[in-house]
């Protein structure tokens, strides 16, 4: 079932079908041209026997007319019985004659004992002389047959003995045959025939219908490969559309998704900015009635912050998606220990009835070099981290500390947010499948009476990528937790 469950995951496209298609024509040839080699070998096995019977029953024949005429007596009357000689003569002449009109046979004679060595007689009346006067004619030197006279000393007594035609075969079409002869059931001798068959003909008639046969065949293969390819590859252009609308609808409903979670995202921290400065409008109010010539200096510059600081929450109403520019850049020369320090004392200690008794330590590096990050995104970082140490802290007395530490030789500056509460719960600090702690998941919180709860940890997680810094938190071996944000200065935007 698994190796099914693959094969349904792949789709062909007109390259691979074309591949498949050249395949099969190559694997048609070479079998159309494998079925033509075994053709071949099985007519060359055939036609051998068929040649080797064809001239043996050529011999066999031409064997039992001399056989049959040699039999016939002699009339007693002097006149018929020349008559009879001139005929029997003639008969014999045809006999002998007749073969050799086929192409086939190229040489004829009959080879009898004559003394202690053989002759070999091709007329008519040497056959005759030699059977009814018991006579030899002057055919004995004829070089012509010699050769055969000498396979056939070879051959003599196995004949006699078994009394077989025998026959065998020199090159590749031509055969010598030796049929016995037997003049009134007696072993006289044997007829040579020297027998070349000519097959092609017929070879080539069967290996021409093969070819036509294989023709067409191949070509209502090739009709119906093309016609498959034809309808595959007519399927794939289909499924290439088919799949083409279904991208683009899931890229719509992707980039309609992103734009959804942007807009949440802008609604969330829009929503958090509009709380902090509806607190900042308080404080503003609060300066306003409190100035006079002692602190005028102190309270102008406090209130520059929170009137820059609302400016920026109305800014950023604008779009949920702010350009780059706005929260990086080379212009921006934020020192952060500053921007800690005011907002911990200008906005963390300013609350007018405070909840809980809370205490804030620093331990700032002076090394630390300036951002080019607008100070009022590091608001949006921190105030969030602070807020939550707050709020889940336990204790009558909420001790945070606040620490920065710059590294020149690595280009790093660490920034460390401890408190004393009862830490973080172990679930928030597992990582999700994308390597991301719950902690900073959306709506991940342990508060329950409040719907917009776990947005801040979120918003400052998101907003520090943004910045290309790395936001951790972690729980103290003494108890408590931390927040770690780490600057990678190297990494930041240069002009």
């Known amino acids: 079932m698994a190796s099914i469950k693959k094969f349904k995951h792949i ?13 099969l024509v190559i694997f048609h040839l070479f079998v159309s041209q494998l079925e033509e080699n075994n053709l071949r070998n099985l007519l060359s096995e055939t036609m051998d026997w068929y040649k080797r019977n064809s001239a043996e029953k050529i011999a066999n024949l031409t064997t039992t007319s001399l056989e ?25 002449n045809s006999i002998l004659k007749q073969p050799l009109m086929d192409r086939n046979v190229e ?17 008519g009346q040497s056959v005759y002389a030699y059977f009814y006067n018991h006579k030899l004619r ?28 025998q026959s065998s075969r020199v090159k590749e079409n031509i055969f010598h045959v030796y049929v016995p002869l037997e003049n009134y059931g007696e072993y006289s001798g044997v007829v040579y025939m020297k027998i070349h068959p000519d097959v092609s003909a017929i070879t080539q008639q069967i290996l021409g219908t093969f070819n036509n046969t294989a023709l067409v065949f191949s070509a209502f293969v090739m009709v119906g490969l093309l016609l498959v390819f034809y309808i595959a590859t007519y399927m794939v252009m289909e499924r290439d559309e088919a799949w083409e609308l279904l991208y683009n609808e899931r890229e719509a409903h992707l980039k309609e998704q992103v734009t959804q979670k942007k807009e949440n995202l802008f609604t969330k921290r829009i929503y958090h900015a509009h709380h902090k400065a509806e607190k900042v409008m308080g404080f503003i ?20 912050k929170y009137a820059n600081f609302v400016a920026r929450v109305i800014y950023d109403m604008k779009w949920y998606n702010p350009p780059l520019h706005t929260i990086r850049s080379q212009l921006f020369k934020t020192n952060l220990n500053e921007v800690l320090k005011f907002m911990v004392r200008s906005i963390f200690q300013r609350t007018s009835n405070p909840v809980k008794a809370v205490e804030y330590n620093f331990n700032l590096d002076d090394r630390l070099p300036p951002l080019p990050v607008n100070e009022f995104v590091i608001w949006e970082i921190f105030e969030p981290l602070i807020q939550n140490s707050i709020d889940h802290s336990d204790k009558e007395t909420t001790i945070i500390s606040i620490a ?9 500056s660490i920034v460390t947010i401890d408190d004393n509460g009862p830490g ?15 902690i900073f998941l ?5 508060k329950t009476e409040d719907r917009h709860h776990g947005y801040g940890c979120y918003l400052a997680y998101e907003i520090s990528k943004r910045c290309g810094w790395l936001l951790d938190a972690e729980n103290l071996s003494s108890g408590g937790c931390r927040f770690i944000l780490r600057i990678n200065h190297s990494t930041e935007v240069r002009k």
């Not at 789709?11 to 395949?23: D, N, Q, T, V």
């Not at 920065?404 to 790093?412: A, E, L, M, R």
């Open 285 to 304: 109010n609060e300066d306003l009635d409190n100035i006079n010539e002692t602190n005028l200096k102190e309270t102008k510059y406090r209130m520059s």
């Open 442 to 446: 959306e709506s991940t919180s342990t």
């Open 107 to 123: 040489e004829m004679c009959v080879i009898v004992p004559y003394r202690n060595t053989f002759a070999a007689l091709d007329l």
């Open 138 to 165: 002057n055919d004995l030197d004829n070089p012509m047959y010699q050769d055969a006279v000498m396979k056939y000393t070879k051959l003599q007594s196995e004949m006699v003995r078994s009394e077989l035609i």
């Open 424 to 438: 973080i719960q172990k679930d928030l600090l597992d990582m999700d499948e994308s390597g991301i702690k719950r």
């Open 404 to 412: 920065t530490k710059y590294n020149p030789d690595d280009g790093i």
């Open 11 to 23: 789709r062909f496209g007109w390259k691979h079908l074309l591949s498949i298609f050249m395949a």
């Open 68 to 92: 049959l005429l040699l039999e016939s007596e002699p009339p007693r009357d002097q006149r018929d019985k020349v008559r009879w000689e001139r005929s029997t003569i003639h008969a014999l």
